[in-house]
């Protein structure tokens, strides 16, 4: 069974640009989280999707943004990139609602911003 | 408010040694979940545990293994008899009674296994 997918593994961007990330869940879960993991800063939740619908979100601004598709794959937008939102982006699945269900993860994206 | 401590940033043992992981939460939620995941230097986050809050019980998997105490609000993991191949940093973590879907994370603990 294919486990949960990102793209790009990789990705260079200057400030004030925009990004998009791009998640594919487990078969079969409906929900897919995404998380900033950034030196220093440790793992901090950003989102949460369930069934095509933002169900969360933590505490980053509003130019981090979203959305979930009718397959559960998942998009993560940044807008008007800032240096400190060089990080790992990871996302995570589960099924039935992220009822404290584990979160499997993918290999996630480096994003460097210069 | 929720929050997970790893107190140790790193430990360093040689291969075979038994190594224990610490792990200290603090939440005002009776219901609560834990869990334990590992990060290899891929970088990929890999489940290794989850457990409730109402199941003290101990668990073994292999050469891991989980002593949860809620009386100390510790969560700690045992390695046994350590290889190699565990160098990696382990996070623990600690998901809210409300379904939010998020889990709290600690700062991890990196161990190296030396050969």
């Known amino acids: 069974e294919a486990g949960v997918t990102q793209s790009p593994t990789h990705l260079i961007k200057t400030r004030g640009q925009q990004v998009t990330l791009r998640c594919s869940p487990i078969?079969?879960?409906?929900?897919v989280y995404w998380y900033q993991q950034a030196l220093g800063l440790g793992l901090q939740f950003l989102l949460w999707?369930?069934?095509?619908?933002?169900?969360n979100r933590g505490n980053f601004p509003p130019r981090f943004s979203g959305r979930q598709f009718p397959n559960y794959s998942s998009e993560l937008n940044v807008n008007a990139l800032e240096l400190e939102d060089s990080a790992l982006y990871l996302c995570a699945s589960s099924f039935d609602r992220g009822l404290h269900n584990e979160q499997f993860f993918g290999p996630g994206t480096r994003l460097t911003v210069l | 408010a929720q929050k997970v401590t790893q107190a140790q940033t790193e430990i360093s043992v040689v291969e075979k040694e038994d190594v224990t992981l610490d792990c200290v939460y603090e939440?005002?939620?009776?219901?609560?979940?834990l869990f334990w995941y590992k990060q290899p230097p891929s970088g990929e986050l890999v489940f290794l545990i989850r457990?409730?809050?109402?199941?003290?019980q101990n668990e073994i998997s292999g050469r891991y293994s989980w002593n949860f105490q809620k009386s100390t609000s510790s969560f700690n993991f045992t390695i046994t008899a350590s290889q190699v191949v565990d160098s990696a940093v382990y996070f623990c973590a600690l998901s809210e009674a409300s379904n939010t879907g998020k889990l709290i994370f600690g700062q991890g603990t990196t161990l190296q296994v030396k050969p």
């Open positions: 457990r409730n809050s109402f199941d003290e």
């Open positions: 999707y369930d069934e095509g619908e933002e169900r």
């Open positions: 078969s079969g879960h409906t929900s």
């Open positions: 939440t005002r939620d009776t219901t609560y979940y």
